[in-house]
């Protein structure tokens, strides 16, 4: 699936992809200001790293499936959001670094439902034609207005960032750099995130390698996801500010 799609402002959603098992994907954090807009992951039991777009972020959601149902609220875990710290280098015009971690009031408990997934220390870029996954509760097609009530995945291919540069692509609108990762259809397939899967994983054999970040549309073939990559320097700001932070 890919993430989300911009017309006027940053969104994602989930194209092409089915349902996951419930709590299948424990990490997974719904992020919501007056109602949910985004999504994050759970690299800690007191961090959600999400993208820097996704603002008015008050409260994190835990062990969430279906945002609806009743019967999940004795699973769930709702925090609030202690502070945040937007990538110091984010540029919303360029898309470039579009990262942000949230510390939470208090410590998230690990149940089976709520997990998190520890960040590696360094990440292989993703070659063009692997396949990777995305999940969030985004839009599911460019029509409906709403979110969808349950998490959603899709596998989604890397497209190699010359192509993703080129004329039949983004044509340098934005440029895609080595901070960023293009991925969505294999040619054929509408595999994308939309609206509302901003901020959510982009899963690379498991680890977490990116975060959902933008798009054109939803689901175009010639215009794939967008994602933050996780890249050395980008994890070393990540380490440096939750230790910083911790000591303050």
């Not at 299948?24 to 109602?35: H, N, R």
């Amino acid at each position: 699936m890919v993430l989300f799609v911009v017309q006027s402002s940053h969104s994602a959603e989930i194209i092409g992809g089915q349902q996951v098992s419930p709590h299948s994907m424990p990490f997974m954090a719904l992020l919501e200001g007056k109602i949910p807009s985004c999504g994050g992951t759970l690299i800690s039991p007191n961090w959600v790293l999400t993208a820097a777009h996704c603002t008015d972020i008050k409260r994190v959601l835990l062990g969430v499936h279906s945002i609806k149902s009743e019967k999940e609220k004795n699973l769930r875990q709702v925090l609030e959001v202690k502070r945040r710290f937007p990538h110091p280098r984010y540029d919303e015009t360029k898309l470039v670094n579009d990262l942000m971690l949230l510390k939470l009031s208090k410590s998230a408990k690990k149940t089976k439902t709520v997990k998190w997934l520890n960040l590696r220390k360094t990440i292989k870029d993703p070659a063009g034609g692997s396949t990777c996954r995305v999940a969030g509760w985004g839009k599911t097609n460019n029509v409906v207005k709403k979110m969808s009530d349950v998490l959603m995945a899709v596998n989604v291919t890397v497209v190699d960032r010359v192509k993703c540069n080129s004329s039949d692509y983004y044509n340098l609108k934005p440029v895609i750099n080595a901070g960023m990762i293009c991925a969505g259809s294999d040619g054929k397939n509408q595999a994308d995130s939309c609206q509302g899967d901003s901020g959510g994983p982009l899963l690379c054999n498991g680890v977490l390698v990116g975060v959902t970040s933008d798009g054109r549309r939803c689901g175009l073939i010639k215009k794939p996801g967008i994602y933050t990559f996780l890249s050395k320097n980008k994890l070393e700001w990540i380490t440096k500010t939750m230790k910083k932070s911790e000591i303050e």
